[in-house]
Nanobody, 122 residues
Framework: VQLQASGGGLVQPGSSLTLSCVAS????????IGWFRQAPGKSREGVSC????????YYADSVKGRFTISRDNTKNTMFLLMDNLMAEDSAVYYC????????????????WGKGTQVTVSS
């Protein structure tokens, strides 16, 4: 199983970024999949989760209205469009599967990818 996240970078507050996660080695289209993040000195938190068929999504309150999760099952790829980025969004972002549609589910995924760094700074 492999989950490869990409798309992170250094951006200014108010900017946008799109993260991608390419999966292999499991039946991608049968799993919910999501994004988690961890900032220095903080515990890992769930950011967003999308169901296998994209019918259900979850967003942490801190990103609701600014982030949009999506997936393309034909390409085994998941995306996270992040708009209006704030300094508080700076963290390493991980994709993982499966996920739950609620907070406090950071230990639920079986599969984890290596993260991609997002830094929001002026």
């Amino acid at each position: 199983v492999q989950l490869q996240a990409s798309g992170g970078g250094l951006v200014q507050p108010g900017s946008s970024l799109t993260l991608s996660c390419v999966a292999s080695g499991f039946s991608f289209d049968t799993y919910s999949i999501g994004w988690f993040r961890q900032a220095p000195g903080k515990s890992r938190e769930g950011v967003s989760c999308i169901s296998s068929g994209s019918h259900k999504t979850y967003y942490a309150d801190s990103v609701k209205g600014r982030f949009t999760i999506s997936r393309d099952n034909t390409k085994n790829t998941m995306f996270l469009l992040m708009d209006n980025l704030m300094a508080e969004d700076s963290a390493v972002y991980y994709c993982a599967a499966p996920c739950r549609y609620s907070s406090g589910s950071e230990d639920y995924p079986n599969f984890w990818g290596k993260g991609t760094q997002v830094t929001v700074s002026s």
